[in-house]
Nanobody, 124 residues
Framework: QVQLVESGGGLVQAGGSLRLSCAASGRTFSRYGMAWFRQAPGKEREFVATIQGSSGSTYYADSVKGRFTISRDNAKNTAYLQMNNLKPEDTAVYYC?????????????????WGQGTQVTVSS
């Protein structure tokens, strides 16, 4: 079992930056692939970025590539999402998720563990 707690959301102007954190419980954090998804009102939950547990390989949605960076600190059991050059269309609830598979997963159905979400609002 893995419990995930997000933090770092808030209100920011377009062009600004935020860093989200996802603190995970458990002693085997490095074995889990971690990801960020987001869900805007009236829309489906969408993949943002993921980072593998062992290799640290990263993958991004095209909409955030070049602006967002996912990272992890296995010693702190924490994953991060650095968001730069934020746009109003980035406004959503951002969720941290984890899976124990050895391959890359970019669909929400592939993740067994979820945080409660943190709101990110970007004003124009």
């Amino acid at each position: 079992q893995v419990q995930l707690v997000e933090s770092g959301g808030g209100l920011v102007q377009a062009g600004g930056s935020l860093r989200l954190s996802c603190a995970a419980s458990g002693r085997t954090f490095s074995r889990y692939g971690m990801a960020w998804f987001r869900q805007a009102p009236g829309k489906e939950r969408e993949f943002v970025a993921t980072i593998q547990g062992s290799s640290g390989s990263t993958y991004y949605a095209d909409s955030v590539k070049g602006r967002f960076t996912i990272s992890r600190d296995n010693a702190k059991n924490t994953a991060y999402l650095q968001m730069n050059n934020l746009k109003p269309e980035d406004t959503a609830v951002y969720y941290c998720a984890a899976h124990a598979k050895s391959w890359v997963v970019t669909v929400h159905s592939g993740y067994a563990y979820w945080g409660q979400g943190t709101q990110v609002t970007v004003s124009s």
